[in-house]
């Protein structure tokens, strides 16, 4: 096999090796050639055989001269990177519903993109990028929210070695310069949870203004990382950057900047590599307020968010953020209702605090000490409320839900 030297597109080089047939599992999809099957069969498995199952990953390495015998065999970044590859090339398109992964021998679906479809969508895409004043550039290594998720899953499943090794080749937008979108008048979004469209101007001592301070705690891999109250009545912006200084298109002085602690006293090396990985996909944040009708959230970061908490609407788990909607995820009316029914011992006492979880499927609060980026916000004055009732009455405080009790760092 040689290496790429005339700049051979993917293209071309992937159906030369499906027709090849030398390695197993890649094989065409249908009789028309317009879809093939790759394997998918991750590391993790007892009859994984890396000779036949990473193949295909290892001669893509070799053809792009990453890898060559004698070096150290890295089959997790050799599957990454022509995943990566796959997922950014105008040629190709999952087909997700063909693909099978719950099997003995699991594979993927790609669709082979014709040129005329393509140019349709090139110009739809130069467009977005231009919106988004992002680049069109991307580096080898370069991965989307989903191909994050699949790393993260690699966390418990990869030997050491091979997941540092993805680690250090895969790049972070953490080290670009961040890009932000506008957030002025955010709450004006049409939703069934809408953020009243007239912004309270609360005077200090108002309703309003006694409803609108937070407590933000943050939590990496159940590790309690610090915490602080929030101090503008119009809201915080929750992300890793700091928007410019001469900015005022992201709130100004109205409102507060609050970024993601740190990662270097993670101790677990793995983890922390991971939690910095993840946070560049949170550069935009998240935006929150409180007022007297509850805490209100707008989804901003490509990654996606889960929230657990009173909101506005009775849910049994977890939800999902969608992005650019205002959701409200704490309802101070559920809260008092359930807080005078705790009164009359109908019910336990409610909880003041809502759970965010980032970049990870979210489904039972449990399970949040295992989760690597959890935010937990409490509405001060609905803890304060909570607190003086049980002076009053004379009840004994109910434990606070303690999801952090024990410290659970990602094992090796």
Aim: with cysteine; hydrophobic share 35%.
């Amino acid at each position: 096999m040689t290496l790429n030297t005339g700049g051979r597109r993917l293209k071309q080089w992937l159906v030369e090796q499906i027709n090849s047939n030398q390695y197993p599992g890649l094989l065409w999809e249908d009789e028309s050639r317009t879809m093939f099957r790759i394997p998918w069969k991750h590391a993790g498995k007892q009859d994984y055989n890396q000779e036949i199952d990473a193949s295909i990953f290892k001669a893509w390495a070799v053809f792009k001269g990453k890898f060559k015998e004698g070096d150290k065999a890295e089959p997790a970044t050799w599957k990454t990177r022509l995943r990566c590859a796959l997922n950014k090339s105008p040629d190709f398109e999952e087909v997700t519903d063909r693909s099978q992964l719950d099997i003995s021998e699991p594979y993927k679906v790609y669709r082979i993109v014709p040129e005329e479809e393509q140019k349709i969508s090139a110009g739809k895409g130069t467009l977005a990028a231009m919106n988004m004043g992002c680049s069109s550039e991307v580096t080898d290594m370069e991965c989307s929210p989903a191909e994050l998720e699949e790393l993260i899953k690699d966390v418990n499943q990869c030997s050491s070695d091979e997941y540092m090794g993805l680690i250090k080749r895969s790049h972070s937008p953490l080290e670009d310069t961040c890009n932000m979108q506008p957030t002025q008048e955010w709450w004006h979004q049409d939703s069934h949870n809408v953020f009243p469209v007239h912004p309270d101007v609360a005077p200090l001592g108002s309703l309003n203004y006694a409803f609108s301070n937070m407590l933000i705690s943050f939590y990496y891999a159940g590790k309690p990382m610090g915490s602080l109250v929030t101090t503008h009545p119009e809201g915080c912006r929750i992300s890793p950057c700091q928007p410019p200084a001469s900015s005022l298109i992201y709130g100004g002085d109205s409102l507060q900047n609050i970024r993601f602690p740190s990662t270097e006293h993670i101790e677990n090396e793995r983890q922390r590599q991971v939690t910095r990985k993840l946070l560049g996909h949170l550069e935009r944040g998240v935006l929150l307020r409180a007022n007297r009708e509850g805490i209100f959230i707008k989804r901003l970061c490509q990654s996606r968010v889960f929230w657990s908490g009173l909101g506005a609407h009775y849910s049994p788990g977890p939800c999902k953020v969608e992005r650019d909607a205002v959701i409200k995820i704490f309802d101070t009316g559920r809260f008092f209702q359930a807080l005078q029914m705790y009164q009359e011992g109908q019910c336990p006492a409610p909880d003041p605090t809502v759970t965010l979880c980032f970049g990870e499927e979210f489904h039972d609060l449990s399970t949040a000490k295992s989760k690597l980026i959890i935010v937990q916000i409490t509405a001060v004055n609905c803890q304060q409320l909570l607190e003086a009732m049980n002076d009053l009455c004379s009840y004994s405080l109910p434990q606070h839900p303690a999801c952090f009790r024990d410290n659970l760092a990602i094992t090796a």
